[in-house]
């Protein structure tokens, strides 16, 4: 059974070398009385949150990983031997797992069974249709109040949030504007994705010039993935009464070079409402979320880009490219396709 496992706590931006492959014991069957489950892993996300539990910190919502067991993470998965009547050979999964080829799965409080669909990959599971899709539905319809006609920004607009984001603000009537950090992501935003417009922030020395360009009217609704320099930028264009909400700080995942934010006062003189979430407060809306993305997929009217790459041993790599913006919209790991 071979495994990812972390090789000790990091500080900074995550390297490959945090990382070991190792062959771990192979189970068989899922001991009986256990109420386990055991899955072949197909699919393994790379997420950005990941960064936080390679860190020796208990302070968080989520806790840190075990040095020299197997990174646990978002993936989907192929049930082979069953103590638990709920999920039997054969069953498909979406939920926690683990950066290996089987897991012998105990908790089942982050898993659900999903039906195969030839029309939908069973990778999407962890995209558009697992929690990084879930993450853009519930921040950009609970935290965001989007009304038709509004200006929407979205930052990391490529990646697994920002492009389900840009889809749905479009959807809603919007005027969306992305960032993301190459020519080529940004020909994906204006040309696949359906965006308004979009720009490359690396070639912007100015950000808040880029913004007044794109936005000569100002932005209603700030979509957050990154943080930093971006976010102050867009405080500065905020309109009265606009809307931010702070799904994540890419940018300061590595605290590497933390930028300050010099713009905050805006909030006050342009009554910005400006909020923080975490999408499993709001897992009560998972269904409906997956039947909305599910039939505006069907019907061609979202698309979605995954950057897959093949085999256990290519994760490392794959998960630390998501802080160099390597990754061309939702990063995933394949381990076998059945
Ligand atoms: P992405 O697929 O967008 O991958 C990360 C992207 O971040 C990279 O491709 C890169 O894109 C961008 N990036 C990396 N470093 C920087 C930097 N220094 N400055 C600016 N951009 C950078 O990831 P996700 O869509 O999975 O996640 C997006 C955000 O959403 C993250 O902050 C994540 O933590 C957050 N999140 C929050 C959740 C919640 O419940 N609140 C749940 C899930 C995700 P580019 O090339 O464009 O720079």
């Known amino acids: 059974n071979r495994q990812v496992v972390l090789e000790r706590y990091i500080e900074g931006v995550p390297k490959v070398t945090d990382m070991a492959m190792k062959i771990g014991k192979k189970e068989l069957k899922a001991p009986k009385g256990s109420g386990a489950f055991l899955v072949k892993n197909l699919y393994l996300s790379c997420d950005p949150y990941m960064r936080g539990r390679m860190r020796d910190f208990h302070g968080s919502y989520i806790p840190p990983f075990v040095p020299s067991q197997p990174i646990e993470g978002f993936g989907v998965g192929k049930v082979l031997d069953s103590d638990n009547p709920d999920f039997k050979p054969g069953d498909f999964i979406s939920g926690i797992t683990g950066w290996e080829e089987y897991s012998l799965i105990h908790n089942t409080s982050q898993l659900r069974k999903i039906q195969p669909d030839d029309a939908i990959p069973l990778s999407y599971h962890l995209g558009l249709l697992g929690?990084?899709?879930?993450?853009?539905?519930?921040?950009?319809?609970?935290?965001?109040?989007?009304?038709?006609?509004?200006?929407v920004f979205v930052s990391a607009a490529s990646g697994a949030v920002g492009q389900l984001?840009?889809?749905?603000?479009?959807?809603?009537?919007?005027?969306?504007?992305?960032?993301?950090?190459?020519?080529?992501?940004?020909?994906?935003?204006?040309?696949?994705?359906?965006?308004?417009?979009?720009?490359?922030?690396?070639?912007?020395?100015?950000?808040?010039?880029?913004?007044?360009?794109?936005?000569?009217?100002?932005?209603?609704?700030?979509?957050?993935?990154?943080g930093g320099e971006i976010l102050d930028a867009a405080l500065l264009?905020?309109?009265?009464?606009?809307?931010?909400?702070?799904?994540?700080?890419?940018?300061?995942?590595?605290?590497?070079?933390?930028?300050?934010?010099?713009?905050?006062?805006?909030?006050?003189?342009?009554?910005?409402?400006?909020?923080?979430?975490?999408?499993?407060?709001?897992?009560?809306?998972f269904p409906e979320f997956l039947e909305h993305v599910?039939?505006?997929?069907?019907?061609?009217?979202?698309?979605?880009?995954?950057?897959?790459?093949?085999?256990?041993?290519?994760?490392p790599a794959a998960f630390v490219g998501l802080f160099s913006g390597q990754n061309i919209g939702k990063q995933v790991i394949c381990l076998a396709r059945d």
């Open 237 to 285: 264009n905020m309109r009265i009464h606009g809307r931010i909400a702070v799904c994540g700080m890419v940018s300061l995942h590595s605290f590497s070079d933390p930028k300050g934010i010099h713009n905050l006062y805006c909030v006050v003189p342009k009554r910005i409402k400006m909020q923080g979430f975490l999408q499993s407060d709001y897992l009560d809306k």
């Open 131 to 151: 929690m990084p899709g879930f993450t853009a539905y519930v921040g950009f319809y609970e935290i965001c109040s989007p009304k038709k006609g509004e200006y």
């Open 294 to 315: 599910t039939k505006n997929f069907k019907e061609g009217k979202i698309v979605y880009i995954e950057d897959m790459n093949d085999g256990l041993e290519s994760g």
């Open 165 to 226: 984001v840009g889809q749905l603000a479009k959807l809603h009537g919007c005027y969306v504007v992305g960032s993301a950090g190459s020519r080529q992501k940004v020909d994906l935003l204006k040309n696949k994705l359906g965006f308004d417009e979009a720009f490359n922030y690396k070639e912007e020395a100015d950000l808040d010039a880029a913004l007044k360009r794109y936005f000569p009217e100002g932005i209603d609704i700030y979509f957050d993935n990154v």
